[in-house]
């Protein structure tokens, strides 16, 4: 099996062409003349780090009091304490319930999360929420035959919070390791949808308090997907991020903004369409995704 930072670093290929490139231009050198900072500078904004910590990285970089270390492990270690304390996830719950706006990934990413766990030898369940629309149900159920997962849903209800708490309660008496709840994309500016979302989350959390909440954002979105996500917060407590799309974008370090901005750890990535496309976050990994290039993990 390819090796998840052999994979991060594959589905960051093109966040890292920019940054692994200047990186590779700086080598030997031990801090940054003015037009090298500008090149980082470009770089780093143009991967959507963010303003704040690209100053960071810079203020760091262009200073020669530490010339010991590496250009790479300075930066690295500006993004580590940048981060301190909060890209660290805690494990994740029996319970998890996928939310996000539409098209995101969520159904995608529940199946990827099914695959995930059931390869570690967890039993698994996946539920099907999604009462909206007509091939939502359909669409699960192709995962889970796949997957070899076992599918809860109930395609004559139309009310989602009914189908999540009739398949969290049947995935707890049946004793399952792990239940995903699959549920529809919506809008956080639609006021009923979200109230809808808090009920799928009330009902959850009566059956058991081992619940957690993951939004898909899909990462070419940028900014907007921050702004997703701290409204979703505001109808329902977020425990992560899953980052979707990764492989699409050239803006991979909203990773990094998020994590800051909503105080949430990214539990994992998204960087294709297939089962195995997705990667549990770890920042040491996805640091090399974006540095390195892709011959120095070769022999990981
Ligand atoms: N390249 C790529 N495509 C992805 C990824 N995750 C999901 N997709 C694709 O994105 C599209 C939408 O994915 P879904 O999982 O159906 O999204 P959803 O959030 O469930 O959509 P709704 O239920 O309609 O809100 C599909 O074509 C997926 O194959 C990813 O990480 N990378
Ligand atoms: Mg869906």
Known sequence: MISILKKTVAGLSKTRKKISAVFQGFAGKS??????????EESLLGADIGWELTDLILNELENPHNKKLSLEGRFRNTVNTYLEGISN???????????????????????????LFSHQGESVSLVAADTYRAAAVEQVKIWADRLRVQIIANEKSADPAAVAFDG?????????????VDTSGRLHTSPNLMKELQKIYRVTTKLTSEVDVLITIDANTGQNGLQQAQEFNRYLPLSGV?????????????????????KL??????????????????LNHYLNGLISNETMVEHD
Request: glycine fraction near 12%.
């Open 265 to 282: 750890p990214v539990y994992y990535l998204g960087v294709g369409e297939q089962v195995d496309d997705l990667i549990p976050f770890d």
């Open 168 to 180: 969290v309660s049947s995935g707890l008496i049946q004793q399952k390791d792990r239940v995903i």
């Open 89 to 115: 996830a805690e494990p994740l719950n029996k319970i998890i319930i996928l939310v996000g706006i539409n098209g995101t990934g969520k159904t995608t990413s529940a199946a990827k999360i099914a695959g």
């Open 31 to 40: 801090y940054l003349t003015e037009v090298d900072l500008e090149f980082m």
């Open 242 to 262: 899953i980052l979707t799309k990764m492989d699409g974008t050239a803006r991979g370090g909203i990773a990094v903004q998020i994590m800051k901005t909503l």
